[in-house]
Each structure stands twice: as C-alpha cells, then as structure tokens.
C-alpha cells in the first residue's frame, strides 16, 4: 500500500512537469510553422501563444507542486526538446524569454501564493507576460510591434483570468461543501 501512495504522490509532481513541458513544445511548433498570425482588431500573436499562455499558469501548477528547481528543470528540458523540434534559434528564444520571466514570476507568485492561489495566478502573469512576450518577439527575429505586444499580452492575460476565476470557484465550492 505504500508503494501505491508513493506512486500516486510522484504522479501528482510528475505531471504537472509534464503538461508545463509539453506546452512549451507545442507552443514552440506551432510558432515555427505559423509564426505570427492575426487574431482580430489589427492585433497580432504567435501561433504558439495560446500554448504560451498556458505555460505561464502551467509553470505556477509546477512551482507549487514541485517546487523551484522543478520548474528550472522543466523550462531547460522543453527549450532542448525545442530545439530538436522547432529550431535552435525558436528554442533560445523561448528558453530564455521563459527563464527569465520565471525569474521575475517568483518574485510575484512566491509571496502572492499564500494569500490567494488566484490573484497568486493573475498577477505573476500580469507581471511575467509582457516580459515573456518581449523578450520571445526580440529573440526570435519577429520585431517589437505594438500590435504582437499588445496581442501576446491580452491573450495571455485573458488565459490566466480565467484559469483564476476557475481556481477561485473551486476554492468557494470546496468551501461551500466543508461547511455543509
């Protein structure tokens, strides 16, 4: 029985890893084969920023379940992955932009988290986005127009809005049904 619940304990450390790994890939394949592409009102995004998006929160999942290194981990391992996939330039690009607004997200999340888990969420990505988003665009070779930026930034904001709200129902649920 033991071995069963030391399983099931790695399985809930492993798998967020996983999920943040492969939205990485993804996120980078799609890019490498669309690159930018319209999303309406004159706004542009990469073709891997709705995988991006979720990575941010993905990586959020990882930091609480794994902890730091985990995530350090993981950004290295889906940039390798990358580059075998997507192309070594795609890869850098990503690996640093994911690096170091990981770096500016532990400085939000971290302090955030133990107060509410869903501003926790909002915030970091509110905070992380525009560097992400910057930093891909320049490192990538796509160049820093007002309309990639903005576009990145609105889609990624909107993914972590709604992850959060979901977060948050759950908590008051969950709540709702400690009382009952």
């Known amino acids: 029985m033991t071995g069963i619940r030391d399983l099931l304990g790695e399985s809930r450390r492993v798998f ?11 996120a980078n394949l799609m890019t490498a084969h669309y690159g930018l592409v319209p999303i309406g009102f004159g706004l542009l995004v990469s073709a891997g920023t709705f995988a991006a998006g979720f ?3 993905a990586r959020d999942w990882v ?3 794994s902890g730091r290194r985990v ?3 993981a950004i290295i391992a889906g940039a390798l992955v990358s580059g075998l996939t997507s192309g070594y330039a795609l890869a850098v690009a990503s690996g640093t932009a994911f690096l170091v607004s990981e770096l500016v997200d532990f400085g939000v999340f971290t302090p955030l988290r133990s107060r509410s888990l869903p501003t926790a969420v909002l ?3 509110v905070v992380s986005a525009p560097v992400d988003t910057v930093l891909f665009l320049w490192l990538a070779g796509f160049g820093l127009s007002w309309q990639a930026v903005l576009g990145q930034f609105l889609v990624k904001t909107a993914l972590a809005a709604v992850v959060a709200a979901a977060i948050a129902w759950r ?3 969950d709540v709702s049904r400690n009382l009952a």
């Open 171 to 173: 908590e008051r649920r």
């Open 123 to 125: 915030v970091s990505s």
């Open 16 to 26: 967020p890893a996983l999920i943040y790994i492969a939205t990485i890939i993804i």
């Open 63 to 65: 930091q609480v379940t």
């Open 71 to 73: 995530v350090l981990l």
């Open 55 to 57: 990575a941010l929160i």
